[in-house]
């Protein structure tokens, strides 16, 4: 049973950063791509990143290039989502996804999904 779990959301101020992780687990994760989307209220949930678990290609909503940087940490089985220059646009909760196969970037592509983290940036 694959389990995603994250963490480090919390209350920053814009231009502050934040750093998201995602442990994974129930599973070798080899094969997979891992992706970290957004949903604020009342809107879709958007793509934000994602990585390739084995090669490690990135890839990145133009909204957050050069600011956000996803990355993942082989031997502890963890997707990190390394947030700087943050904006209250930036406001959502933030989940932590998985799927077989190549990178998507639509949510519905993907299989597992954490519980989310809550990410607030004032003004």
């Known amino acids: 049973q694959v389990r995603l779990v994250e963490s480090g959301g919390g209350l920053v101020q814009a231009g502050g950063s934040l750093r998201l992780s995602c442990a994974a687990s129930?599973?070798?994760?080899?094969?997979?791509?891992m992706g970290w989307f957004r949903q604020a209220p009342e809107k879709e949930r958007e793509f934000v990143a994602s990585?390739?678990?084995?090669?490690?290609?990135?890839y990145y909503a133009d909204s957050v290039k050069g600011r956000f940087t996803i990355s993942r940490d082989n031997t502890k089985n963890t997707v990190y989502l390394q947030m700087n220059s943050l904006k209250p646009d930036g406001t959502a909760v933030y989940y932590c996804?998985?799927?077989?196969?190549?990178?998507?970037?639509?949510?519905?592509?993907?299989?597992?999904w954490g519980q989310g983290t809550q990410v607030t940036v004032s003004s």
């Open positions: 990585i390739t678990w084995s090669s490690g290609r990135t």
């Open positions: 996804a998985a799927r077989q196969g190549s990178i998507q970037y639509t949510h519905v592509a993907y299989d597992y």
């Open positions: 129930g599973r070798t994760f080899s094969g997979y791509a």
